[in-house]
C-alpha cells in the first residue's frame, strides 16, 4: 500500500522500519518540527525524522496541520491510507479524509484504558501488570476510534516505562503490518469502543513527578517507575531535592511512623515509611544535579541519613 506516515519519536521509529521492509511505499513522513535541545540550544530533528532521512523518504516538519498549504501537499503524495504512531497532535477531518482508506493509528495501550498522550508512563505508576498495544481508525477524538487488532503485553515486577515502551514498539510494528495486510484484503471488521471502561493518561506535568510520602507504598514504587525518566520521581530532604530512581515495595509495615521517615538500610535500599503504614524499599536515588547513587552511596556521601524525613515538593 502507498502511505503516508505521522510520527515523532523513537518509539515510532521501529513502526516506520517495519513498514517499509514489509514492502509498503511511503511517499512521505510528516513529525514534528525540530527542537532546541542541551546547553547550546542547537536545532535536533526528531528520530523519526533522522530515520526517514537515512531512509531517504520526503519528510516535512509543519507547524501545523490545519492548514490548506498542508493539506494540498498530503493529496499531492497521494496515499492510501495515512498511519500514525504517537506524532503528538491531533489531526482534523480534513486531514484524515486526505486518503481513501482513512487513518490507522497505532496507540501504546489496550484500549479503551489510558486513553491519551501518555498511556505507557501511567500504566506504569498505576501498578498495572499488563498492558498492549492497539490499531484503530482514528477520528477527530482522542484516542475514540474503533478497534482494528490488540495485542497485550505483560508488564515486568520492576520494569520501568522506557523499557515497557521499547517492547511495545517493537510489538506494535507488527501488529501495525498485520492491521494494513488484512485490511488491504478487507479482512477486518472494526469494533466499537466501550466508553464506560474509559481511562486517561494525560500528558505529564512537572507536578506530576512530587512524591508525596503519604502515598501508599506501591503508589510510590509504580511512579518511581512510571515517571523515568521524565518528570521523575522527586522529593525533598534536608531543603535539597531528591529524585527516588528505584525502588519496590515491602510486605513490611510501619504502623505509627510518619510517612516520609527513613526507617533502615535493608537488602532492598533504604526503608521509608509511607501512607497507610506501608514501607518502599528505595535501592538508587539522585541529588539534585549528581549522579545516581546506590541507597549505600547516598548514605555515605551524607545525601541522606536514617531518621531523615522526606517530604512533597511544594514548588519545582
Keep these: 500500500m502507498r502511505l503516508a506516515f505521522f510520527g ?4 515510532a521509529v521501529p513502526a516506520l522500519d517495519a513498514l517499509l521492509d514489509a514492502g509498503h511505499e511511503i511517499p512521505l513522513v510528516v513529525t514534528r518540527p525540530d527542537r532546541a535541545v542541551g546547553r547550546g540550544q542547537r536545532l535536533a ?13 520526503p519528510t516535512v516538519r509543519p507547524d501545523g496541520v490545519r492548514t490548506p498549504e498542508f493539506r494540498t501537499l498530503l493529496r499531492g503524495a497521494a496515499p492510501d491510507v495515512l498511519v500514525v504512531v504517537a506524532y503528538g497532535r491531533l489531526l482534523p477531518p480534513g486531514v ?32 498495572e501488570t499488563r498492558s498492549g498495544v492497539t490499531t484503530m ?3 477527530e477524538r482522542m484516542d475514540e476510534g474503533a478497534i482494528l487488532l490488540q495485542e497485550a503485553v505483560e508488564i515486568g515486577a520492576m520494569e520501568h516505562a522506557p523499557a515497557l515502551a521499547a517492547r511495545l514498539a517493537s510489538v506494535g510494528a507488527g501488529l501495525l503490518v498485520e492491521t494494513l495486510r488484512r485490511l488491504e484484503r478487507g479482512e477486518l471488521v472494526p469494533v466499537e469502543q466501550d466508553p464506560t471502561q474509559a481511562s486517561l493518561a494525560p500528558l505529564l506535568t512537572r507536578a506530576d513527578g512530587w512524591i508525596d510520602p503519604a502515598l501508599p507504598a506501591r503508589a510510590i514504587a509504580g511512579r518511581i517507575r512510571g515517571f523515568d525518566p521524565w518528570p521523575g520521581a522527586w522529593v525533598r530532604c534536608r531543603e535539597r531535592r531528591l529524585r527516588l530512581a528505584e525502588g519496590r515495595a515491602l510486605e513490611a509495615v ?27 524499599a528505595v535501592a538508587a536515588l539522585q541529588a539534585e544535579g549528581g549522579r545516581v547513587l546506590s541507597a549505600r552511596d547516598a548514605i555515605n556521601g ?3 541519613a536514617l531518621g531523615d524525613r522526606l517530604e512533597r515538593l511544594e514548588t519545582a
Excluded: D, K
Design 8 to 11: 515523532t519519536p523513537e518509539t
Design 45 to 57: 530533528p526528531t528520530p523519526v525524522g533522522l530515520r526517514a532521512e537515512a531512509r531517504a523518504i
Design 96 to 127: 484524515l479524509e486526505a486518503a481513501p482508506a482513512g487513518a490507522v493509528n497505532l496507540h501504546f495501550s489496550l484500549l479503551p484504558a489510558y486513553r491519551g498522550a501518555a498511556p505507557v508512563q501511567w500504566c506504569v505508576a498505576n501498578g
Design 137 to 139: 481508525r482514528m477520528n
Design 254 to 280: 510501619a504502623p505509627g511512623v510518619a510517612p516520609g521517615t527513613v526507617l533502615a538500610l535493608g537488602p532492598a535500599g533504604l526503608e521509608i515509611a509511607c501512607g497507610g503504614a506501608t514501607v518502599v
Design 302 to 304: 551524607r545525601h541522606i
